[in-house]
């Protein structure tokens, strides 16, 4: 039995890496998708594939529309959500990735630093699982296979 | 033909009671609900129903637990959602209740404001309409009627 | 017990108030909702409400994402679905409001004219019914009540 | 991981074998599957299989029963649907794949010529992708793996 | 609060009445709907709306579809389903309406005479409830109210 | 706006006639349904209806089959589903009632004494809210006219 | 690609076998299973395995779970159904399978002799296609991969 | 095909490990996946992932959440689900977990003591089927194959 697990969530840091790194090293039969992390692919994708957009406007439209396209097809496929939130950005399309995710009966975990505590409440309240770090998750992840 | 619609989002300013007040005007068969508009009661309901909690991560996870009673038993009733997100704050919640409504097949109108273009991109595209100001979304709900 | 029918296609002519005559005739407890059947209102209602949009692209995009706000909130009310198709339009639309209707289980009567029977055969396949005139249609409706 | 793309619309060209050409040279893994192509056999395959019908109307529905039979249980395993509209036909049966796959949530993306764009604007509106060429689209499918 | 019931099933003696009757002498909060009981309207309403067909299998086709379209309608407005089996009839289209309103999670109670237990066995044990009569299917309505 | 709650659980004290009482004094527009509260009723219903069974397993069963048709027209209807557990039975039935009203995404409030918080930990956990008293589950129905 | 078929209906001939040798003679890569076969072990499943019943009717009821529960196992698993209906028997289970299978949206074939045409035909109207002969129905599988 | 079986209830002796031995012993295709079986590291696992919680409330509730998610990961894979209830400990979250299988329409088998046959009953008349022993259950399993 294999398990898609669809990393949500902050693109600024190596979050991923450093969570896929350690599930090999326990050797979990786990298979990781996540959204584009280049920051600038994902921000120009609409007019690199369409051409020139007459104003940021119809540009974020563009982009966003094959930023949704490729979420929407990893997120079927998806057994789980895991979704990080950093300190820093908005992130609403990581809370719309969390809520969608949910909505659709997938197992979602939420990592936050405590300080987003209070803004992500209601958040937190709807999934399954919310920690602090990385190596939480990870473990919340191999409970399945004890 | 009742509709029911929800106003999701800001609660810092009256944007609901103005909304109201022009589909008074217009004398269209709206009824509206919304989220806990009084910010302290929405943090303290937790703690005032079910008494204190051992920290702020106890009452915020209380508290959340009943924010979201009450947004779900309305969400489940509304045919509509309109949610308006402002230009300070975070506002999870409302992504999240966005979400959950597209999820859900409600079709959603979502109201912000220019400089918020970029960061809601994503969820701009899955709304089926996003305006800027109350009077635009105003519009769309009355051209239901034309 | 009340029942709502959406009355989807053709624009062009009178045929829903032709409908609608024929029911108070009968004393039928049907009540009608329809896409906006001013094409012009239809075509720029994304520009009437958002303002000017930077080519007919855009414009299109903005007045479609209203007319599908509509006919989304009407949709969902409807139990019944009536489409008309006539000879001259592409309609498309109208085989996407079909469609949908099919997909959300709502029964669903086709109205086309015999030079329509070809390229309407897989839309017709998935209806409940096709027929021919409107008078038709109404005797399918009238007869839910015998 | 692999996808299972359902590649629907117009049959009158090789539009279809030119984009599983390109996805080739590029090593995606993608399984394209498509409605019958061969318009007679298409048009046929009621009487071929059911022996001969009163009257063209009957042999169409006949036809058009095998061919959505065949287009449900292919929709059904496809992960992601792209359309080509052309511009001859009426091609309602594709406008009727798009909007079943769309009510089935399969993500979808459209492929029209300029000259389309003002009656297909209901239908774009609502796939999550619309673009002019084949090779966008394949642009869009390989921006999954990115 | 009231509550809708299909009464599905045999239509050669007068069940309905006679459990309307019942009902109403009890002032039970119920409303009734169901199928043409009409047997040659039943048969005839293909031709009957949509004129002469060229043979017993389009006569039965065509009546079918709008026999349906009525059912489809009345089913998915009621709370409740009954049906009764009678020692005559195949009474397909009976069993057919049972499946579809379990599958719709109706609640369901089978009426059918002892000499039907074996034949009907499958379809007894999905349904919520079997009696042996039209006066024990009415004591199982009542009781929601007790 | 009106609201159906069922109120699930314990029968053998006077729990819903005195939230009912509390919710009437608040004139809060809240209609209850509930479970049939005579316990000999309950565990009689399958041979009062249907005559003598074989033996106390195809009692229970007999009965088992009409009261879930019972819950399950009840709590269809419902909007809201609030379910007591009290000290002293096993309540399985309770906890199928309010697993399944969770399935169905009815928004759910358990009310537990503190001696049960460990064996029904699981449940409170997918509950929306977990409270001890039935002060505070009104308190938590009233918030949403707040 | 692969396709499960599930072949429900007639157990008095092998006309399963015939189609399965059929389908290994093209090579076509669909996967049979169907309900169990020898009409006795079906009838006395029940008592089989859960031991002596007080009397038929709770042999047919033990008898009927254990069919039930082996018949949605293997049509969930089920891209494709198929029902043979004979001339003799009254198959009411046959008439479940195939609208449960409807109503899980499995695209359906349905095989009856011309005799049953009339009985059938509100069943024929909602299967995708009706077919006389176990060799068209092969005709119509196979259709799937020309 | 390969079928993936969910053992839910009793923890407290070897049930799982029976069943599964005579599943080899008759190589039949079932894959087995269970809830955490240790019953302390059940209790404890909140806070041996999250950390001390301030009371055993808060202990359970974390703890509670992460059974949950690995419940739900494992149930979404199932096909089938086998719950066994034991004489001595409440098991709510059995009766939730079949419940919950049930209302995702996943086939079930409650094994049960007699002694629980009247507590049990409306559960056991969801349920497909409920028998007394492991060794019944498992011929139910392999009547699939039969």
Known sequence: MEFIVYLAGQIHDDWRD?????VKARELPFTFVSPQTNHDRSDNIGED??????SNLYKDD????????RTEVLLQKADIVIALFGDQYRQWNTAMDVSTAISMNKPTI?????SLIHPLKELS????????TVE???DVLAYIFE
Chains 1, 2, 3, 4, 5, 6, 7, 8 share one sequence.
């Open 110 to 114: 939420i990592i936050r630093p405590e």
């Open 49 to 54: 594939i369409l051409g020139n957009q007459p």
């Open 62 to 69: 563009a982009a966003s529309s094959i930023n949704n396209f």
């Open 18 to 22: 450093k969570l896929i790194e350690l």
């Open 136 to 138: 939480q998750a990870l």
């Open 125 to 132: 309240n709807k999934a399954n699982v919310t920690v602090d």
